[in-house]
């Protein structure tokens, strides 16, 4: 008998449309034979389904239902593709979380601080052979911070929103005099700031999910932007950014690479797939961690599908075991 999957979409925030490009994506690559899927968009405004006739049905929020035809739908999981809030930083899983609705995603605890960039820096300092860059962080866009900066930090560093995702708001700043541009773009974006010294490597970021053999490491991609670093456009944009999977690593530095990748699956208690930018140190060799993406991008210029088909599966196969091992 099928399950029925809401598919999950939409959010409030910039990076509402990826997710509608990693729905799409999704939605086309869920088993049919398996699951009924709907998918479920959420705006500040409405949660809604769209039916093939383009009229939208509200679900109702006191049990995640949806009535089509005066029949009531209630739904086996939920698979979240939603970005940024409110899919990512913890809020609709506490709300799955007391409507005993399993979903593909990280729990509310680990989806809230993995958001914060500050504090999961925190968390898995300490893990053997991770590294993390030297950093400040704001909760205010005061004049003093840019005194701050300069006694703690050695030029050049990254400036970004400490709870966002896509590299939006994020900067890169190599003079003194780009420092205040660069925080008010990042406390435009958010109400907390992260600053962090830059660290001279190749960039790579890998997917981390819990399949039926446990926890398992996608291939690691290789990031070489042509723009300063990996932004929004180069993230989003076809040819602006070449992705190599797998990436060009030595045998030690893959094993190393996943058995860090798992420590810190481990460390921040993580379920279904993460993806979990890194650099490897230009001349050591060494892991600094940069971030950890919680729901990470699905849409077909995405790295997850990509570090899949890499792994010689396709992507329902992929797809229908995240489903498969939380129902």
Known sequence: MKKTIALVTGGFTGESVISLKSAAVIEQNLDPSKFEVYKIVITPQAWYYEDVQGSQHHIDKNDFSLSLN???????????????????????????????????????????????????????????????????????????????????????????????????????????????????????????????????????????????????????TEIISSKEFFDFEAKYTPGVSQEITPGRMSAEEMDRVNQIAKEVYLKLNCRGVVRIDYILEEGTGNFYFIEINTVPGQSENSIIPQQVRATGRTIQEFYTELIEVIL
């Open 70 to 220: 005066s029949i009531k739908i209630t739904f086996d999981a939920v698979f979240i593709g939603l970005h940024g809030s409110p899919g990512e930083d913890g809020k609709l899983q506490g709300y799955f979380d007391m409507l005993q609705i399993p979903y593909t995603s990280c729990d509310a605890l680990t989806s809230a601080i993995s958001m914060n960039k500050g504090y999961t820096k925190a968390i898995v300092e300490g893990i053997a052979g991770l590294h993390v860059a030297k950093s400040c962080q704001f909760f205010s866009n005061h004049p003093a911070n840019t005194d701050h900066i300069q006694k703690e930090l050695k030029l050049p560093y990254f400036v970004k929103p400490n709870n966002g995702g896509s590299s939006i708001g994020m900067s890169k700043v190599k003079a003194v005099s780009e420092i205040q541009e660069a925080l008010d773009k990042a406390f435009a974006e958010d109400t907390q700031v992260l600053v962090e010294e830059f660290i001279q490597g190749r960039e790579f970021t890998v997917g981390v999910y819990s399949g039926k053999n446990g926890i398992q490491v996608l291939p690691a």
